[in-house]
């Protein structure tokens, strides 16, 4: 079965500096991989995915993930944090050849400090 | 165009009571998913619908679950008997088809089992 971490529940970063969500799978196949993003009292809203091909990964908000498979890891990271940022990040897992279903991460609160 | 919707917005029921939450999907979109998110929680999926394949239920945490998706479209999840556990956020998700396609998410439906 497949399982998702996400190792720390808070991040916090200063404005403008870089920053890093962490996000570490289990499978036993090959991976679909997605991150998402919830901001406060508003729905989920896709950030980026992999899927297959280039391991680095860019998507919206200028937000871009990289695709490790030998540490079976997909790493948010943006360059310049914005407050406007804040929010709380999920990464998902589907595995190829399992199954229906995502499984989702716990969740990291990221804050981005003025 | 038009996301994903969900109603009601809020619900409040007394212990053992039954509840039916609604989504309707973006058009066109033929899978749809059920998740739960309890609070400070991640999602926990529930169920999934494909077209018109039997649905993956493989995520209900109880027979006092159940969903149904009519026409292809609008789905309703029934809670029965509520308990002050089914207390959380139950969100709706659909996507075009398949396994990489990206979930869009509707809003969600608080429920508070008192």
């Known amino acids: 079965a497949q399982s998702v971490a996400q190792p720390e529940d808070q991040v916090n970063v200063a404005e403008g500096n870089p920053l890093t969500v962490k996000c570490t799978y289990s499978v036993s196949g090959n991976p679909y991989l997605f991150w998402y993003v919830q901001y406060p009292n508003r729905g989920l809203q896709f950030l980026l995915k992999?899927?297959?091909?280039?391991?680095l990964v860019k998507g919206s908000y200028g937000f871009e993930a990289e695709f490790n498979k030998s540490q079976t890891s997909f790493h948010l990271k943006k360059p310049s944090a914005l407050v406007s940022d804040s929010a709380l990040y999920f990464c998902a897992v589907r595995d190829r050849n399992y199954g229906q279903n995502f499984v989702f991460g716990p969740g990291t609160r990221l804050s981005v400090l003025p | 165009g038009a996301g994903v919707s969900q109603s009601p917005s809020n619900k409040v029921t007394e212990k053992g009571k039954d509840v039916e939450l609604r989504c309707d999907p973006i058009s066109g979109h033929t899978a749809l998913y059920w998740y739960r998110q309890s609070l400070g929680q991640g999602l926990e999926f529930l169920i999934y619908?494909?077209?018109?394949?039997?649905?993956?239920k493989s995520g209900l945490p109880s027979d006092r679950f159940s969903a149904e998706r009519t026409g292809g479209s609008v789905s309703t999840l029934t809670i029965q008997r509520t308990q002050q556990e089914d207390s959380a956020v139950y969100l709706c998700?659909?996507?075009?088809?398949?396994?990489?396609?990206?979930?869009?998410f509707g809003p969600g439906t608080r429920l508070t089992v008192l």
């Open positions: 619908f494909q077209g018109n394949s039997a649905p993956d």
């Open positions: 992999y899927i297959t091909g280039d391991n």
């Open positions: 998700a659909s996507s075009l088809s398949g396994f990489t396609d990206t979930q869009y």
